[in-house]
């Protein structure tokens, strides 16, 4: 069985750039079972200090 590396590291602002589509994406067609869609409120919300991001393989695959 192949080992598969991951890991986390810091987020920053510009994570925003690649997180914001990959979370609409994501997260869209759950929220509007209930409720409308906010296409701005995850840039309102989204805090770097307190979001690591996943890796796998060196790559970046999804945020706390």
């Not at 590396?5 to 920053?12: E, Q």
């Not at 602002?13 to 994501?26: G, K, M, Q, S």
């Not at 409308?36 to 695959?61: C, H, M, V, Y």
């Amino acid at each position: 069985m192949e080992k598969v590396k991951f890991g986390l590291r810091p987020a920053n602002r510009d994570n925003i750039e690649w997180l914001d589509p990959f979370y609409e994406r994501i997260m869209r067609p759950f929220v509007e079972l209930t409720h409308e869609w906010n296409p701005t409120l995850f840039r309102e919300k989204f805090d770097p200090s307190n979001s690591p991001i996943i890796q796998l393989e060196g790559r970046n695959a999804w945020w706390f």
